[in-house]
């Protein structure tokens, strides 16, 4: 069986999960590589954290995908052991809750030097933005927008009601939009 009809049978997927096919795992880690590393890298902040947080939520899904039952998307509950190994480590390292973790790094914008200026500029205004929000906006904002999840896995990532996502999500969306309106004005 193709890898591209075992991912988007849940069923099987779970199945090879459970056989640990090594192959479905090379095939998982290239699909899902960049989304994923840059969740950890916004989560953490820190380049090298979230590249041993990444290497380990791999390492956990070998270890533990037989635990994977194919009710929710492959991705809803990889980014949910992504998001809980953060925590963890986070909890053994420091007593700081989540949203003590500082921004990521931010990448350069357009071809020209003009270009690349004026979108370093606007990127580093709007993350600084988001940045001063709380963690619990943050994440939500990042997965709705950046990951482009659906509501329903984003309650089941972050463990909390759907009602709860979409407060947070309106609540995190109006707080943007002042601190937005109150870094132009500054």
């Known amino acids: 069986m193709q890898f591209s009809a075992v ?3 849940r069923g099987a997927l779970a199945a090879a999960l459970r056989r640990r096919d090594p192959d479905l795992l090379d095939a998982l880690i290239q699909q899902y590589e960049y989304r994923l590393f840059r969740y950890l890298l916004y989560l953490t902040g820190n380049r090298e954290t979230a590249e041993d947080l990444f290497q380990e939520t791999w390492v956990c899904v070998m270890d533990r995908g037989h635990t994977y039952n194919g ?7 990889l980014f949910a052991v992504a998001r809980n190994l953060t925590i963890d480590a986070y909890r053994r ?3 700081e809750a989540l949203d ?4 990521p790094e931010i990448p350069a914008g357009g071809p020209s030097p003009f270009e690349q200026a004026a979108a370093r500029q606007s990127e580093v205004r709007i993350h600084e933005s ?7 906006y943050r994440e939500v904002l990042l997965l709705r927008f950046q990951e482009e999840l659906p509501l329903n896995d984003i309650a089941a990532i972050t463990g ?3 009602p ?5 999500l309106y609540r995190g969306l109006e707080a943007l939009r002042r601190e937005m309106e109150e870094s132009q004005d500054a």
């Open 71 to 77: 009710r929710a998307s492959f991705e809803t509950w």
């Open 100 to 103: 003590a973790l500082d921004g």
């Open 164 to 168: 709860t996502v979409k407060s947070r």
């Open 130 to 136: 988001v940045d001063s929000l709380p963690a619990v």
């Open 160 to 162: 909390v009601p759907l």
């Open 93 to 95: 390292r420091k007593p």
């Open 7 to 9: 991912a988007d049978d």
